[in-house]
Each structure stands twice: as structure tokens, then as C-alpha cells.
């Protein structure tokens, strides 16, 4: 009798062992979906450790979609976009909460800042809501920096690491200073300069505009134009004192995208890439003289064919001309550790589980 008790007792405490198990672990899972520029996409994670940004990257979509051009060509979502997003927020919330099982609780639907500027914006909010019962965050600009921050920086870096996010237009992020009682103060840094406005401010200076396509007329302007990239980068260092004494800097966008791609030229697993100043300048090296390398490359290699598809030879060099003038105006540079945030499209989800996290303090 004993012996049947102590079968069914035992059989009952493995049965409550998997649900207690299986409920964590579905705790752990967090699905986000972002309204974009160009495209919608979806990321699915599973977390291990929050504080040390240790995730796995269960499902990610991209569906491409040119909702940023239909709002600046109209000033509003047209209702084929609206009718569209839609739909595809519907299907990916039935494969989140289907397949996946992820928590309704940790489930976000967030929409990019330029949204902000669509007249209509509620009525694409609205009919989304209708549909999955969710609602939609639309990223404030002003907020933008500070997301990027908390969500490409592992928490357990916050007090000691910097990030500069390089983009088309401009470079912006920010770190993170210690208060007391527990508080932080956010500050936000930016540079006027990203990889497409550098591209064109070197197109400018070429005086014979029927040479602007010409390379070496390129290279030696561009080369000319890094006088005022220097003097941009310097202003922003100066009045940023703190960054100097960051030990780590965490990098993200597509200039250090294209540059982790090719001189890599392989799929690094990790979500963190280490590199150093002398891996740029090696990398500028070829991408100036020896550009046919990875043309070549591209011939059998997705990834790296992705990146010359996105970003010609003159961006490239653009990209890499921020990059590297970024590391050589950061004193003592080759004792600090930089990183590339390879996942950059998961920086958001990052920062809103981080928000949420008991673990990490993110009190500013």
C-alpha cells in the first residue's frame, strides 16, 4: 500500500516538476515585432541571463515593406500599407502565441519613430489592436537613444561601457553615469554624421561633378574630408569627458555591420563581435586598395554579397572613415574593448525586457 502511495506521490511531484519547468521556461520567452522603415520584423528570444545579455535567438522574420517612403511621399499610411501591416502582424501573432507559446504578457508590438508623423498613425494602431488585442508603441525620438542604450549594452556593463549606433544620417547613443541611491543618469551623445551624409558631403567637394563617380577622384576627397570628421568627433569627445574613461564601447549599425561582414568573412555566432583599431585600419586597407577581394567573395557568400548589395564601395569607405576617426580620436584606445552589437534588431526587445527585469536597475 505504502509502496503504491509512494509511486503515485512520487509520479505527481515529476508530473508538477515538468509543468513548474516548462512554466519558467515559457516565462523566459519574449516575442517583439517593430513596425519599420522598410520593413516588419519579428524576433523571438529566449533568455538566459538578462544581466549578461545571454539570449538566444529562437525565430526572427523580416518582411520588407517601404512604409517610410509611402509616408513621406503622402504624410500618412496609406490604407493599403495599414491594410497590409496588418495582415502581417496577425499571421506572426498566431505563430508567437501558437507555436511558440510565448506569454501574452511579453509579447510588444512597437512602430518606428518616423510614424510619429503620419497623420493617420491611429487608425493603424486602432485596426491592429482590433485584431490581436495587443497595442502598438510608437517610439518616441527623443527615447530612441536611450533604447538603443539599455538594450545593446548588457546591463552588467551599463556603468562602464558607451554606445555609438553609426546610421545613415547621423551617429547617435549614449552611456550611462552612476548617482547616488541607486540612480543613473542617462547621457545622450551624437554625431552630425552618418554613412549617407558623409557620402555626400565628399560628393560636393569634387569640383567636376563629372567625376564624382570616378574612384580615386573619391578617395582623395574622401581622405580630405576626414579633417572635418576629425574635428566633429573631437567636439563630441570633449564635451562628453566621461566617455574617456569607459572601458568598453559597444558599436551597432550598418557601417560596422558591412565592416564585421567582410574582414571577418564568416558567421560569427556570438551576439557580442570583439575587434580592434588594428582590425579597421587592415580592413580600410583593402576596401581602398584591393576592393576586388570582396567582389569576389560576394560570388559565394550570402552575407557578404548582402552587404555589397545594401552599400556600394563609396559608402563603405564613408562607413568605415566614421569608424575608424571614432577609435583614433578615443585616447588609450588599445586598452579598451570594442564590440560590434551584431543583433541590432533585437535591440528594443532588449531594453523593454531589461525594463521589466527585476534584475536589472534601470533607474533613470
Do not use: C
Not at 516538476?17 to 520584423?41: D, H, M
Not at 567636439?235 to 555591420?257: C, F, R, T
Not at 574593448?337 to 525586457?353: E, N, P, R
Request: proline fraction near 2%.
Amino acid at each position: 500500500m505504502f509502496k503504491k502511495n509512494k509511486n503515485q506521490i512520487l509520479f505527481f511531484i515529476l508530473l508538477n516538476l515538468f509543468f513548474s519547468i516548462n512554466s519558467f521556461s515559457q516565462k523566459n520567452l519574449y516575442a517583439g515585432i517593430e513596425i519599420g522603415r522598410r520593413a516588419i520584423k519579428t524576433s523571438i528570444l529566449e533568455i538566459s541571463n538578462i544581466k549578461k545579455a545571454d539570449y538566444k535567438i529562437l525565430y526572427f522574420s523580416n518582411e520588407r515593406i517601404s512604409l517610410a517612403d509611402h509616408i513621406a511621399a503622402s504624410g500618412e499610411v496609406p490604407q493599403d500599407d495599414v491594410n497590409k501591416t496588418s495582415n502581417i502582424i496577425v499571421d506572426q501573432l498566431k505563430k508567437i502565441r501558437e507555436e511558440f507559446k510565448v506569454p501574452e504578457a511579453n509579447i510588444f508590438i512597437v512602430a518606428a519613430p518616423v510614424f510619429s508623423s503620419a497623420r493617420n498613425i491611429d487608425a493603424l494602431k486602432n485596426k491592429i489592436t482590433t485584431l490581436t488585442n495587443k497595442s502598438v508603441d510608437v517610439i518616441n525620438v527623443d527615447e530612441e537613444a536611450k533604447m538603443l542604450v539599455k538594450g545593446a549594452i548588457p546591463p552588467v556593463d551599463y556603468s562602464n561601457a558607451l554606445l555609438l549606433d553609426i546610421g545613415a544620417q547621423t551617429s547617435k547613443g549614449g552611456y550611462i553615469d552612476e548617482l547616488e541611491d541607486n540612480k543613473l543618469e542617462f547621457i545622450p551623445i551624437e554625431l552630425d554624421f552618418g554613412t549617407m551624409t558623409v557620402t555626400d558631403a565628399v560628393k560636393k567637394t569634387v569640383v567636376n561633378q563629372s567625376q564624382v563617380n570616378d574612384m580615386s577622384t573619391y578617395q582623395e576627397k574622401s581622405f580630405d574630408f576626414n579633417i572635418v570628421l576629425r574635428k566633429k568627433i573631437k567636439q563630441m569627445l570633449d564635451a562628453n569627458p566621461l566617455i574617456l574613461k569607459k572601458e568598453k564601447i559597444y558599436l551597432s549599425g550598418g557601417a560596422v555591420w558591412g565592416f564585421s561582414t567582410l574582414y571577418f568573412n564568416e558567421n560569427v555566432k556570438d551576439h557580442y563581435i570583439s575587434f580592434t583599431l588594428e582590425d579597421v585600419i587592415n580592413y580600410d586597407a583593402v576596401l581602398k586598395n584591393n576592393f576586388t577581394k570582396y567582389s569576389n567573395v560576394a560570388k559565394t557568400d550570402k552575407e557578404v554579397a548582402r552587404v555589397l548589395s545594401t552599400y556600394d564601395q563609396k559608402y563603405l569607405i564613408s562607413a568605415n572613415n566614421i569608424l575608424l576617426n571614432l577609435l583614433e580620436g578615443i585616447p588609450n584606445i588599445e586598452t579598451k574593448k570594442i564590440y560590434f552589437v551584431k543583433d541590432g534588431q533585437v535591440t528594443w526587445l532588449m531594453s523593454h525586457i531589461a525594463d521589466r527585469s527585476k534584475k536589472v536597475n534601470t533607474n533613470f
